[in-house]
Antibody
Framework: QVLQSGPEVKKPGASVRLSCKAS????????INWVRQAPGQGLEWMGW????????NHAQKFQGRVTLTTDTSTKTAYMEVRSLTYDDTAVYYC???????????????WGQGTTVTVSS | DIVMTQSPLSLPVTPGEPASISCRSS???????????LDWYLEKPGQSPQLLIY???HRASGVPDRFNGSGSGTDFTLKISRVEAEDVGVYYC?????????FGQGTKLDIK
């Protein structure tokens, strides 16, 4: 399973760092995807990081504003989002995926989600 | 980016009846390895999304066999042979061919 950090309330312009702790599987054999869902909206894929070698990919709209990292010693993935706006208010999910792009078997384990509220 | 388009966006279904959701991609999702990189997910009310189908037609572990995925290239379909009350929620397709994944806009299935 993957267990996500608790809810966050941030002011516009601030940054937020979310965590996703894996258990019950070999962390380095998989990657972690980050997906968000704004209120009343659909799912939006944000990015991926390999637990194997730290490679990353980000959706273009998040380039330069999102940083994905992992700590293999604690089997934890992190996502930092900077320069928050009201549009970043959403539930953020982490989901297990492939360790190497192309070796795809779906996003098969999802966290419980972290609610991020951007409010002044 | 590859654009994913689902239809219908709303799907009322009578329990026991079949249901079908379509997903079209703006580019072929057929990989050189012969697999189509298309997944289906279900987001039940109040729950995190769950994987139903990966690589277009492979049922994920624990998914009932009433769920079937098919299609190739740019046209894909998720079929539920007999809808049950527990199947309500929003269904999403997602392409994983390019390194930048993208979801469809979602299809809301509810019970008539």
């Amino acid at each position: 399973q993957v267990l996500q950090s608790g809810p966050e309330v941030k002011k516009p312009g601030a940054s937020v760092r979310l965590s996703c702790k894996a258990s019950g599987y070999t962390f380095t054999s998989y990657g972690i995807n980050w997906v968000r869902q704004a209120p009343g909206q659909g799912l939006e894929w944000m990015g991926w990081i390999s637990g194997y070698n730290g490679d990353t990919n980000h959706a273009q709209k998040f380039q330069g504003r999102v940083t994905l990292t992992t700590d293999t010693s604690t089997k934890t993935a992190y996502m930092e989002v900077r320069s928050l706006t009201y549009d970043d208010t959403a539930v953020y999910y982490c989901a297990r995926g492939e360790a190497i792009l192309g070796a795809h078997y779906g996003l098969d384990v999802w966290g419980q989600g972290t609610t991020v509220t951007v409010s002044s | 980016d590859i654009v994913m388009t689902q239809s219908p966006l709303s799907l009322p279904v009578t329990p026991g009846e079949p249901a079908s959701i379509s997903c079209r991609s703006s580019q072929s999702l057929l990989h050189s390895n012969g697999y189509n990189y298309l997944d289906w997910y279900l987001e039940k009310p109040g729950q995190s999304p769950q994987l139903l189908i990966y690589l277009a037609s492979h049922r994920a572990s624990g998914v009932p066999d009433r769920f079937n995925g098919s299609g190739s290239g740019t046209d894909f379909t998720l079929k539920i042979s007999r809808v049950e009350a527990e199947d309500v929620g929003v269904y999403y397709c997602m392409q994983a061919l390019q390194s930048l994944f993208t979801f469809g806009q979602g299809t809301k299935l509810d019970i008539k």
